[in-house]
Each structure stands twice: as structure tokens, then as C-alpha cells.
């Protein structure tokens, strides 16, 4: 199981970015895919027949979608804000409702920073 996230940046309030992560060993079907905020915060999951998940502070603003054929899962954020500020991380979950537990290790964190 392993996956590789990438993609963050510097953007100013009200801007966008979009997180990659690519992912291997698995397929969706066997584990689901979630974002976290410096290893601690679950912010959104996808699973493989396509419900999502997020966070109440990311509702309405986060999008998490998947390319089956390319093995990678996206996070399109827009109308960042300034405490959206942190590493964001992927991995695989063994379920979305509680975002964890998590199975293997953390991908590969992104930092975020969103400030003006």
C-alpha cells in the first residue's frame, strides 16, 4: 500500500489548488483514499463506487474525485482561507465515515499555505 501526495502551494484567500494523490499496491475497492490536515484532521474521502466524504469546515469548498485509470485521487479547494494552512497528507483508510483507521504508512505531505 502506498501513496505519493503532491500539489500544494502558496495562495492567496479566496484562491485555488489542487492535491494529487497517486496511490499503489491497492485499488480502491479494497481501501478508500482520505486527505488529512497534519496527520490529525480527516478532511474528505472518497470510496470506489464514488461517495464522498468532508469535513463540516470544507464543505461547499472541497471537491475529492478520482481517476480510476490513473490510480490517483484529486482535492480541488477553492475559496481557500487562511486556516485551511497545513500539511496535507494522503492515505488509504479502511473506512470513510470515521476517516481511519488508517492502513500503511502516510504518503508523501503537501504543505498549503494560504495567506495574503
Known amino acids: 500500500v502506498q501513496v505519493v501526495g503532491s500539489g500544494g502551494g502558496l495562495v492567496q484567500p479566496g484562491g485555488s489548488l489542487r492535491l494529487s494523490c497517486a496511490y499503489s499496491g491497492f485499488t480502491l475497492d479494497e481501501y478508500p483514499i482520505a486527505w488529512f490536515r497534519q496527520e490529525r484532521e480527516g478532511v474528505s474521502c472518497v470510496v470506489s463506487d464514488?461517495?464522498?466524504y468532508y469535513a463540516d469546515s470544507v464543505k461547499g469548498r472541497f471537491t475529492i474525485s478520482r481517476d480510476n485509470a490513473k490510480n490517483t485521487v484529486y482535492l480541488q479547494m477553492n475559496s481557500l482561507k487562511p486556516e485551511d494552512t497545513a500539511v496535507y497528507y494522503c492515505?488509504?483508510?479502511?473506512?470513510?465515515?470515521?476517516?481511519?483507521?488508517?492502513?500503511?504508512?502516510w504518503g508523501q505531505g503537501t504543505q498549503v499555505i494560504v495567506s495574503s
Open positions: 492515505a488509504a483508510v479502511a473506512e470513510c465515515v470515521h476517516f481511519g483507521p488508517r492502513v500503511g504508512s
Open positions: 464514488g461517495r464522498t
